[in-house]
């Protein structure tokens, strides 16, 4: 009996000593680029992932935190967020358009600042769905708007200091039925007041007073009659934006959306750009979020007569052959609070 008790100890030593090795080793050593065969082989902010025909490599997979590296005392508009186009579209529905892999609290704890969202009226709620002639569909819809936000509601709960901004391509014309939403999931509790957004230009408030005064959800509509009758923002007040789909992936091209005034006007603080195909196709992403979209923020810079966007919307957001959407946005953020190409040399 003494002896396999010695034996059961032994055992349980031996077992404890590899999970300690497999502990300590969780995150990897593997640096940026190395070829890779999974996340756990990646080191601290790497993913392992596949570019194309090429061996999968650690890439980012994770954002800056640009109030560590500066601080948050400048206006909201001096910061650049990584955005997710349709951050709702995510990957596991049979034959529906995904254009994430990453859930919404994925994206958020990635350091995804602002979701694009299309909300529609469906079966008596408000849905996140794609549309076909601006309907909602049972082969198009992903999820209740509300499960959505009480995700957001949580993450903005839980990270206090956090701004989360979303972009509504709102076709929902029941009477209050986002506002409804909105109360529904608590996220009132985060409002922004479109009386507070600037008009004529003009600088956001500074951000430490937004986190100050708890107005850390901004969100604004694409329709027109919601900032009257709902007290929801309209964008086009108050951003400027790019072409969208192939449009905005053009080389050396950016112009601005058709609903956008044109992207020189400085009545508008804040600037968006798209940069992701009509279809999106996962394996052509990788090249999209590379070297492609650094070259479409420098040319949608000149186009913007010098100004830098503040956010920068992408299709699966974590496929890069590299530094990927979190080195675009390290370099808004640089160029945007210094005058740097990093906001790591800040």
Known sequence: MARLAFSFAV?????????????????????????????????????????????A???????????????????????????????????GLPLHVSTQEDSIVQQLNSGVRALMLDTYDYEGDVWLCHSLDEKCFDFTKFNRAIDTFKEIFAFLTANPLEIVTLFLEDYVTSPNGLTKVFNDSGLKKFWFPVQNMPKGGQDWPLVKDMVAN??????????????????????WNYVLENQYGDNG??????????????????????????HFS???VKVLSCKENSKHLIDTIQTCYLAAGN????????????????????????????????????????
């Open 11 to 55: 055992m349980i030593l031996i077992m404890f000593h590899f999970s300690s090795i497999s502990f300590a080793s969780s995150y990897g050593s593997f640096q940026l680029g190395d070829q890779c065969s999974s996340d756990v082989e990646c080191g601290v902010g790497l993913g392992c992932f596949k570019c194309g025909i090429d061996v």
């Open 57 to 91: 490599r650690c890439v980012r997979s994770n954002i800056t935190d640009q109030y560590s590296v500066v601080n948050n005392s400048m206006p909201f508009n001096k910061y650049a967020f990584l955005t997710t186009h349709n951050s709702y579209a995510i990957e």
């Open 214 to 235: 708890n107005h850390r959800l901004i969100v604004f509509t694409s329709a027109k009659s919601k900032q009257e009758t709902e007290g929801i923002a309209y964008q």
């Open 249 to 274: 992936v053009e080389p050396n091209e950016c112009s601005n959306r058709e609903e956008s005034v044109l992207l020189t006007d400085k009545t508008k603080a804040l600037v968006l750009v798209n």
């Open 278 to 280: 009509t279809v999106p």
């Open 307 to 346: 100004r830098w966007a503040n956010f920068i919307a992408v299709n699966f957001y974590k496929r890069s052959d590299g530094g990927g959407t979190f080195q675009a946005v390290d370099k808004l953020n640089g160029e945007l609070l210094c005058g740097r190409d990093d906001v790591h040399a800040c």
